[in-house]
T-cell receptor, first 118, second 113 residues
Framework: DAGVIQSPRHEVTEMGQEVTLRCKPI?????LFWYRQTMMRGLELLIY????????DSGMPEDRFSAKMPNASFSTLKIQPSEPRDSAVYFC????????????????FGAGSRLTVL | GIQVEQSPPDLILQEGANSTLRCNFS?????LQWFHQNPWGQLINLFY???GTKQNGRLSATTVATERYSLLYISSSQTTDSGVYFC???????????????FGQGTILTVHP
């Protein structure tokens, strides 16, 4: 298994530009999570999906952020317009859960996408 | 929401030394995981341990759920153990807290040769 695959690994963009981060979860996993890591705030959960449905997006910082999961093998996190304070490493993680009432099993993280907004 | 506190924040060791990292959490949990973030930024799951004790080579972990803490033991440390160790939990509450893995701030471990 190739693990959780994220792209791009690095992105440098200018303020105001649209940024799209991509994630391919592990085949067979039905829960997908987007996290953001910064020095100041540590690892924060932005949004998570179960069976392609967004369950909790309360961590999404503002309307400039949006996430989609059109099918079980692909998710995107979009920032439009981007701002310098969005600079961070964005991680995608996946796991298999039998139901929302069961705690998530072991999370497998992708390598992350390092975003720099100038 | 649930609070996760890790200690110590920083730890410097000589190769071969043993260490204990601690994770305290403010509410009952149904999921607790330990991760290692290596110097390249990759997050690797070490243990899934909501309760009890597990061992994997030089690493072991113990979670005492009733007292709301977990310990990660590293024995005979090696330079490759350097990095940040995170504890993450899911609160035992209802509703949308299910699946929300909340991370502590981490312990930065540096192992010198």
């Amino acid at each position: 298994d190739a693990g959780v695959i994220q792209s791009p690994r690095h992105e440098v963009t200018e303020m105001g530009q649209e940024v799209t981060l991509r994630c391919k979860p592990i085949s067979g996993h039905n829960s997908l999570f987007w996290y953001r890591q910064t020095m100041m705030r540590g690892l924060e959960l932005l949004i998570y999906f179960n069976n392609n449905v967004p369950i909790d997006d309360s961590g999404m910082p503002e309307d400039r952020f949006s996430a989609k999961m059109p099918n079980a093998s692909f998710s995107t996190l979009k920032i439009q317009p981007s701002e310098p304070r969005d600079s961070a490493v964005y991680f995608c993680a996946s796991t298999f859960r039998r139901g929302l009432s069961s705690g998530a099993n072991v999370l497998t993280f992708g390598a992350g996408s390092r975003l720099t907004v100038l | 929401g649930i609070q996760v506190e890790q200690s110590p924040p920083d730890l410097i060791l000589q190769e071969g030394a043993n260490s204990t990292l601690r994770c305290n959490f403010s509410d009952s949990v149904n999921n607790l995981q330990w991760f290692h973030q290596n110097p390249w930024g990759q997050l690797i799951n070490l243990f899934y341990i909501p309760s009890g004790t597990k061992q994997n080579g030089r690493l072991s972990a113990t979670t005492v759920a009733t007292e709301r803490y977990s310990l990660l033991y590293i024995s005979s440390s090696q330079t490759t153990d350097s990095g940040v160790y995170f504890c993450a939990v899911i609160a035992n509450a209802g509703g949308t807290s299910y699946g929300k893995l909340t991370f502590g701030q981490g312990t930065i471990l540096t192992v010198h040769p």
